[in-house]
């Protein structure tokens, strides 16, 4: 594999291209512009084991095509595309930038295959994506290890363990960076720059900064290396920002999970088919909205506003092959009175909330296929499908807290991916693709997926222009 | 399991995670008959975003690897002669070097070194050096033995993974699973190959294994046509070039020798992060095993008619008796038990369709 010493590495020589980070959108643009002709050197922070930032987590990308494959089972055009983006977002997005992703993702999947990338078939278990997304043979990591094979074979020069620390920009154009690696500081000069070291969210005083106490509850599911440096690098150079420090993809895990990486595994399932309350023993939103994919992504927010950021998901024997197992096993008990005391709940209010909730359940046709219908009547809030009332023990209780995937809070880029300052102008040889500017088209909310897209596209887009930039 | 149960990115990548999908809980048969089911393609331990040094620290070819092994010691029969897989490496060499100085020294003893060391022609060739009940007796015992302690210990892991002895007979399902055999799907794990030897994913372990295994048959093919020609049509040995038992010897133990070493070569070569450091020595001691038979019976051939030939028909012969006491406690037992996961999987999966 790749030769990763330092001594391997020239940190001397000039570059046409700097790409800071390595996860996909660092990679795709590392690679778009070595085969543009330009000389590439990409430093990541992380380890060898480590590195790709949040991609080695990822399993798919979504994208544009006019027909099915072998990969996908039908079409997906830019007008359902689009759709689909304006809702989830609710319209925070800026539409010129949003489209411009999902034509340049019109049919990706070949370029991405070429550069060595592996779909699996469709699959079951999968069904709700299997037409919109492509999902990688083995995940992220696999795509992640093919493409720095690629990277390597094209000449790219890459460096682990190297820290970005600061850029030198003068009159407005990136002039070099200032790293460290291995206990030994460098300076490196390049003609252009691809900043995409990802978002903040491992950076607990910035969360802090922005979420106050209740961060200190968070649980971050990607890598422990995306701290956000470069990002503020830029904004303390005088970028221009887009997003609010407080949006981020945060989604309600097993809060039994690691405090960082702990990826999939610690995703849970059950909430639709269950009730969810907080440590008052309360419930404080309706489970059953909509289905799960659709709705996982507002229970990190919802669960950060309770207090102590905890809840608890509760089911009955009823429910629980219903959905995808997860890691951590469920807490047991054969009344709600013992749930209750194994989930720390007071068992009074814990009974009422059973209560309550049972009373209000109306007979219905279950079926966790689709959006049933099945919903309870004069409870507030209310619970919209899928309600049954919890009655046949064991219960089962799972503990959530809010998992960060990334946070929104980036640079603002311009068509060409070139990071726009704050008067208006963009930074002629400063690029950015990835996390750390997908909040230009990403406001709010999150679809599956969608972050590879924007990742892969502005990561060729930035790739190609740094390169222009450089060679011309 | 429950990690990868939870995680699922390696689902189609083999049948493992499949099966395990199949499942919520696992129990002490599902783990042994999953472990059986791997094929050791390692795709899933490069692309795990678990693997050390994360925390989880989880590396599943290793697990199930160590698991397999298992499996193989608790169905070793007759159980007293377990310490022969426990340190098989040793075992192969010794049983190997004792079983050639044995035939070698019979041979000089009862044929004396005159005829060992002179040259044959013509039929019975081989006979006047290792005199004809001495040849086909022991080894036809010990043919025997074999075959029916393999069947023995088969037994043992089917009813080990709550297999009922009719399901082994299910019309479909050995078809699918001799389909799956003959082709090693899952040497390619989810199509593009085995991560072998390092994290690029590559053929090479797959066609490898095709060699030992085509070449295998060609040899048994070889021996079995050779016995038919003695035994039924009274043609004995040595064969023409040209003969079927030649040249079927010929090709399957070339492609032995190169199936063999290239495999030796890989285990060499490899990360030996995902593989189990206990079964290193059962698996190289049963490819050498298969090398050196193979490359002594080429060797034989080669120098048939040279005055070497007695020593290295004694030496060959020694070599295969090595081979035939060893297979039923080595490696070899592979063979039976993954077969048999692949029946299992085949019964699971048209049961899923059905």
Same mark, same amino acid.
């Given at each position: 594999?790749?030769?990763t ?10 570059y046409?291209?700097?790409v800071?980070?390595?996860?996909n959108?660092?990679?795709c ?6 085969e543009?002709g ?5 430093l ?6 480590f ?8 399993r798919?990308?979504r994208?544009?095509?006019e027909?099915?494959?072998e990969?996908?089972?039908?079409p997906?055009?830019e007008d359902?595309?689009?759709?689909d ?6 319209g ?7 489209r ?6 019109n ?12 779909f699996q078939?469709?699959?079951r278990?999968?069904?709700?994506l ?6 990688f043979?083995?995940?992220?990591k ?7 094979a690629t990277?390597?074979?094209l ?7 190297a820290?970005?620390?600061d ?6 154009r990136f002039a070099?960076?200032s790293?460290v690696?291995?206990h030994?500081?460098?300076r490196v000069?390049?003609?252009?720059v ?10 607990l005083?910035?969360?802090k900064?922005s979420w106050?106490?209740?961060?200190d ?8 290396y995306?701290?956000?440096?470069l ?6 150079? /005088?970028?221009?920002t887009v *997003? ?6 945060a989604? +309600?895990i097993d809060?039994?999970? $690691?405090? &960082?990486d ?19 023993a309360?419930?404080?939103?309706d ?5 799960w ?8 927010r ?5 207090p102590?950021?905890?809840?608890y ?6 429910s629980?092959?219903l959905f995808?197992?997860?890691v951590?096993p ?8 013992e ?22 359940t109306?007979?219905g046709k ?6 049933? /219908?099945c919903?309870?009547? *004069? ?6 499908n899928? +309600?049954?009332?919890?009655d046949? $023990?064991? &219960?089962?209780g ?6 960060i ?23 002629p040889?400063i690029?950015a693709?990835g996390e750390?500017m997908?909040g ?5 909310g999150?679809m ?13 887009i ?10 011309a | 399991?429950?990690i990868?149960?939870a995680c699922?990115y390696?689902?189609g ?35 795990c975003?678990?693997?050390p ?7 599943v070819?290793?697990?199930?690897a ?9 169905a070793i029969?007759?159980?007293f002669l ?14 190997t070097v004792?079983s050639?100085i ?9 044929s ?9 022609l ?5 006979y006047?050096v290792?005199?004809?009940g ?6 036809s ?12 210990e ?21 078809g699918?699973a ?21 994290d690029?994913f590559s053929?090479i ?7 030992v ?8 093919a070889s021996?079995?046509?050779a016995?038919?020609y ?14 079927w ?9 070339v ?16 990360d ?5 450091p206990r ?7 049963f490819?050498?095993?298969?090398f050196?038979?193979?490359?002594s019976?080429l060797?034989?051939?080669?120098l048939r ?8 028909l ?10 035939f ?7 070899f037992?592979h063979a039976?038990f993954?077969y048999a996961?692949?029946v299992?999987?085949a019964i699971?999966s048209?049961d899923?369709?059905?």
């Open positions: 594999m790749a030769s010493g330092p001594s391997a590495v020239d940190l001397a020589q000039i046409d291209v700097l800071i980070g390595g996860g959108a660092a990679l643009a590392a690679m778009t512009a070595r543009s330009a000389t590439v050197l990409l990541e922070i992380a380890p060898k084991e590195r790709g930032g949040n991609s080695r987590h990822t798919n990308l994208y544009m095509h027909s099915a494959n990969h996908l089972t039908g997906y055009l359902e595309f689009w759709e983006l304006y809702r989830v977002t609710e925070q997005t800026n539409e010129k930038l949003a411009l992703t999902i034509r340049k993702s049919n990706v999947g070949v370029w991405m295959s070429k550069q060595g990338c592996m078939p469709a699959m278990g999968t069904l709700h299997s037409r919109t997304n492509g999902f043979l083995g995940g992220g696999a795509l992640i290890n093919a493409y720095y990277a390597f074979k000449g790219i020069k890459i460096l682990y363990d820290e970005v620390l850029l030198k920009i003068q009159d407005g070099s960076a790293l690696t291995g030994t500081f460098h000069q390049a003609r252009s691809v900043v995409a070291s990802g978002g903040f969210q491992a950076n005083k910035w969360l900064e106050g106490e209740p961060a509850n968070f649980i971050i599911r990607g890598t422990p995306n701290k956000g440096r990002l503020r690098v830029l904004i303390d150079q /005088g970028a221009k *997003g609010d420090p407080r949006q981020c993809h989604v +309600a809060a039994r999970a $690691p405090k &960082f702990g990826g999939i595994v610690t995703r849970l399932d059950c909430v639709p088919f269950s009730i969810v309350v907080n440590k008052l309360r419930r404080f939103y489970e059953g909205e909509d289905f994919p659709k709705r996982y992504a507002i229970w990190g919802l669960v950060a506003r309770q102590d950021q905890i809840a998901s509760i089911i009955d024997s009823k629980i092959d995808m197992p997860s951590f469920p807490f047991q008990g054969d009344s709600i009175t749930m209750a005391t194994k989930l720390a709940l007071d068992p009074t209010d814990l009974n009422q909330t059973v209560d309550l909730f049972n009373q209000a109306r007979p279950f079926n966790p296929a689709v959006m049933d /219908g919903m309870t009547a *004069g409870l507030e809030p209310p619970k919209s899928w +309600a049954r009332p919890l046949t $023990p064991p &219960f089962y799972y503990p959530l807290r809010p998992g995937t990334f946070t929104y809070l980036g640079v603002t880029v311009n068509e060409k991916a070139q990071v726009v300052m704050q008067d208006g102008q963009p930074a040889n690029f693709a750390i997908a230009n088209i990403l406001g709010k999150y599956a997926g969608f972050g590879m897209t924007i990742g892969t596209v502005f990561g060729r930035a790739g190609k222009e740094a390169a222009r930039y450089a060679i | 399991m429950v990868c149960n699922r390696c689902e990548f083999c049948a493992v995670f499949p099966a395990m999908e199949r499942r919520r809980t696992f129990e002490d048969r599902d783990l042994k008959y999953l472990a059986n089911l791997c094929h050791n393609c390692r795709d899933c331990y490069y692309a975003q678990y693997a040094p994360h925390e989880y620290q989880l590396n070819p290793r697990a199930l160590e698991l397999r092994l298992e499996t193989y010691r608790d029969r007759p159980g377990l310490g022969l897989m426990k340190r098989n490496g040793l075992a192969v060499a010794l049983i004792l050639i044995t035939v070698l020294l019979l041979t000089i003893v009862f004396g070194p005159p005829t060992v060391f002179s040259a044959h013509g039929e019975n060739a081989f006047k290792i005199p004809y001495f040849m086909v007796i022991p080894i015992v010990l043919a025997l033995y074999l075959i029916i302690t393999l069947l023995i088969l037994n043992h892991f089917w009813r080990e993974t709550d297999g009922k002895p009719a399901d082994f007979a299910d019309f479909r399902a050995n699918l001799i389909r799956d055999a003959l082709g090693l799907k899952y040497l390619a794990g989810g199509g593009h190959g085995c991560n072998y030897p390092d690029r053929h372990r797959r066609w490898l294994h095709h060699f295994f085509y070449g295998f048959l060609l040899c048994l021996t079995t046509i016995a038919i003695d035994h039924v049509l009274h043609w004995s040995a040595p064969y023409p070039i040209w003969s038992p030649v040249m079927s010897g010929t090709v399957g133990g492609a032995l020798v190169v199936g063999t070493g290239g495999l030796l070569n890989l285990k060499r070569k490899m030996s992060l995902p593989a189990s079964s290193l020595g059962m698996d190289v001691g490819l050498a095993l298969l050196f038979s193979s490359l019976g060797l034989l051939l080669i008619e040279t005055p070497a030939m007695g020593t290295l004694a030496i060959h012969l020694g070599i295969v008796v090595g081979l006491v060893t297979m039923p406690y080595g490696k037992v039976g993954r996961a692949l299992k999987n699971e048209l899923e369709e059905n």
